[in-house]
């Protein structure tokens, strides 16, 4: 959708649009904005502030989603009566099973909301600014992370004013200075009410659905957290990461302070030491962070665009792995003399939820494809635009070190190894695959021996990337991983 209005704007090589390029995409909802800039026609600061909101709006959206029956009867299932995230489950795919369908649709910012409703938000968010702890933020981090009504993609609340009334007496009988003094007491309040717990609901969450459940993914956690935070005062930012050894995207939160963002994760106890603890827990250490911002930035996005749809190419989006506790190194990969002479961007990857999802973007150098700013040891793959939805691999899969070396795997079918996969009580093993970098797939192994503990394989390709699946009561887990000669030879488990 982004890519649609650069396109249709002509906008590619600025930071922004300007007020007006905004102001012409709201359509019936012209009149609705332009009496929030009339009604601050005498105030500077917040006439700013109102054209800052209009003018990134463009770039913002909901996501709605509900149930419709057979007959067209919208449905959404209020998870309060149910006992558990199981039960909530099963009713949902009952849903699905009597013919009811999910509809999903987004609703535009610039066209939807009203005037009295971006009043609102400016008068209440310029109330919390002149607080202590808040009035050292600056205006720009103010307009970043205070003054925005919405953390990522989820429906507009209407909450922040009762946010205010639940959460202000306490910073004030605290006496908070700053805004880590302020989001430590809010947060040691929030760990009391929200966790981390999937609802069993495949529709998004919104920030009421939260405040009722007290559950939510991290990104439902991160979106009621920062929503919460600044309604108070407190200037927070969402940060992204898509994983490299577990399935799905990661999202945590951050305070600016002092020119240094302060990560937490919702949730958690512990309102500090979040960057370390994703620096050292081996299972954690991203390849590639982001974080978000209300203000596009188009300038940041490749040009010319090859069409490959992407979250990498949101303008709200900044990469920010370099300001991590793990060090950085360019990336250097080997695609071959046949794709010289192509032209368009090259996408780094990692195997997430059962696909190559793309972590970051880069850029050709005759046969090398480079990426800058990545962490970390992975197990990863190089891979271009073939369509709109599309990729194609260019690369061999490889592993990185820590300091940007790599070791490229192509399977050595005229040579094998041997392994034993081992499970325990109530999983579920899948045949272990490889990757064939012919078929680009990754393809099934036939195992010799299969007892109920083990799975023993003796055809295992040498120098091949493998694929190890298993389901357990939480769900379907991946594993990549190598088949090295001198861990076989010591037949150690996979």
């Known amino acids: 959708m982004i890519l649609s209005l650069l396109t249709s704007c002509t906008i590619q090589k600025t930071k922004g649009i300007s007020l007006e390029q905004a102001l012409s995409m709201s359509g019936e909802n012209r009149e609705e904005l332009e009496k929030v800039l009339e009604y601050y026609k005498n105030d500077s600061l917040k006439l700013e502030a109102a054209r800052f909101l209009i003018r990134n709006m463009p770039f913002h959206f909901s996501r709605m989603e509900h149930f419709v029956s057979p007959e067209g009867e919208r449905y959404v299932p209020d998870i309060r009566n149910f006992t558990d995230n199981q039960a909530v489950k099963r009713h949902c795919d009952s849903l699905l099973e009597k013919g009811y369908t999910i ?290 691999y260019i690369s061999e899969p490889f592993l990185t070190d820590d300091k940007g070396g790599i070791r490229l795997f192509k399977p050595d079918l005229s040579q094998t190894t041997f392994a034993v996969c081992r499970q325990k009580a109530g999983w579920q093993v899948f045949p272990l695959a490889f990757w064939d970098t012919e078929r680009g797939a990754f393809v099934p192994l036939k195992s010799k021996e299969v007892t109920d503990s083990t799975q023993y394989y003796d055809n295992i390709p040498a120098n091949a990337l493998l694929l190890h699946t298993y389901e357990d009561k939480n769900g379907v887990w991946q594993e990549t991983g190598l088949a090295v000669d001198e861990v076989f030879k010591r037949n150690k488990d996979f």
């Not at 090859?306 to 190419?313: A, E, I, M, N």
């Open 103 to 392: 509809r999903k649709e987004i609703v535009y910012d610039i066209k939807t909301l009203h005037g009295d409703f971006l009043i609102r938000n400016i008068d209440l968010a310029f109330q919390v600014w002149q607080k202590p702890w808040a009035k050292d933020v600056s205006f720009e981090d103010f307009c970043r992370f205070i003054l925005p009504y919405r953390a990522q993609t989820e429906a507009i609340s209407n909450l922040r004013e009762m946010f205010m009334s639940r959460y202000m007496p306490l910073l004030d009988s605290a006496q908070a200075q700053n805004p880590l003094e302020a989001a430590q007491i809010v947060h040691e309040q929030l760990c009391k009410k929200i966790k981390y717990q999937e609802t069993g609901c495949p529709l998004s969450n919104t920030i009421e659905g939260t405040e009722q459940l007290g559950i939510g993914t991290c990104e439902a956690l991160c979106d009621y957290t920062a929503f919460v935070m600044r309604a108070v005062g407190i200037p927070v930012a969402v940060y992204q990461t898509t994983w490299t050894r577990m399935a799905f995207i990661h999202n945590w939160c951050a305070v600016p302070y002092k020119g240094c963002f302060h990560q937490f994760n919702p949730g958690d106890t512990a309102m500090y030491g979040y960057a370390d603890k994703l620096a050292t827990a081996y299972y954690l250490q991203p390849a590639k962070v982001y974080r978000r911002h209300f203000d596009a930035n188009l300038s940041v996005l490749p040009q010319p665009d090859d069409g490959y749809v992407t979250q990498l190419k949101n303008p709200l989006f900044t990469d920010v792995t370099q300001e991590q506790k793990l060090p950085t190194y360019t990336l250097r990969v080997p695609i071959g003399t046949k794709n010289i002479e192509k032209k368009g961007w090259v996408y780094l990857c990692t195997y997430n939820n059962d696909n190559w999802q793309p972590i970051a973007i880069g850029t050709r150098e005759e046969d090398i494809a480079r990426f800058d700013h990545v962490a970390g040891r992975n197990f990863l793959i190089v891979a271009e635009a073939a369509g709109r939805d599309e990729l194609r």
